[in-house]
């Protein structure tokens, strides 16, 4: 688990070297970009999940934006994000949490200067899993899926300065449940993500 996040954090430090100068510029003259980005998320379960309701979370990263043209970039990330879900238990409350390393990566299409649509695919790697109820907490890492997939959309806006604004929707394809009955439950991660970011130009 410390590996991971160290590998994540190793991402968002070598986005703050690798712009302390201008913007790079790749061998074939794409235009790189790096940058760091955190925010909010707000994650419950779909699919066969029942009695649970969105709870808050956070996620924090690394990215790189590569640009082909003034319309059109490609960004992915490296991201450690806390999801998961609140459960009634008929009668016991508690919060399911599962906290993973992502790595979307999305297709930007820039609608207009600063103002991008954005799309792609996102693949996502089990650190911990955790039931939290009356101040105690159960492992349930036994009963999850080590491994995530999903597609992501959004919206998002960059300034000049480098400051960005990204709002994005994570809809789960696979199979977070990887316990006893598993192939009569399939339960997958809903997510929606409201992140501030910054491009070192």
Do not use: W
């Amino acid at each position: 688990m410390k590996k991971l996040l160290l590998s994540a954090f190793a991402v968002c430090a070598f986005a703050f070297t690798s712009n302390a100068q201008d913007d790079a510029k790749s061998s074939n003259g794409l235009d790189v970009t790096f940058g760091a980005k955190a925010g909010l998320n707000l994650s419950t379960l779909a699919g066969d999940a029942q009695n649970v309701s969105m709870k808050p979370g956070f996620h924090v990263g690394g990215m790189a934006e590569i640009s082909f043209s003034d319309k059109f970039a490609v960004q992915p990330e490296l991201v450690y994000s806390l999801q998961g879900a609140k459960v009634d238990g008929g009668g016991i409350d508690y919060d399911f949490n599962l906290s993973y390393i992502n790595m979307p990566i999305m297709a930007k299409y820039f609608v207009t200067e600063g103002l991008s649509i954005q799309a792609g695919p996102q693949i996502g790697f089990l650190v911990d899993a955790k039931s939290k109820a009356d101040g105690e907490s159960f492992d349930e890492k036994e009963f999850t899926s080590s491994f995530d997939f999903g597609i992501n959309t959004g919206l998002g806006y960059k300034m000049d300065n480098g400051l960005n604004f990204t709002a994005r929707y994570n809809l789960g394809l696979a199979n977070t449940y990887d316990g006893p009955g598993n192939s009569d439950n399939y339960v997958t991660n809903a997510n929606i993500q409201i992140s501030v970011g910054y491009f070192f130009n």
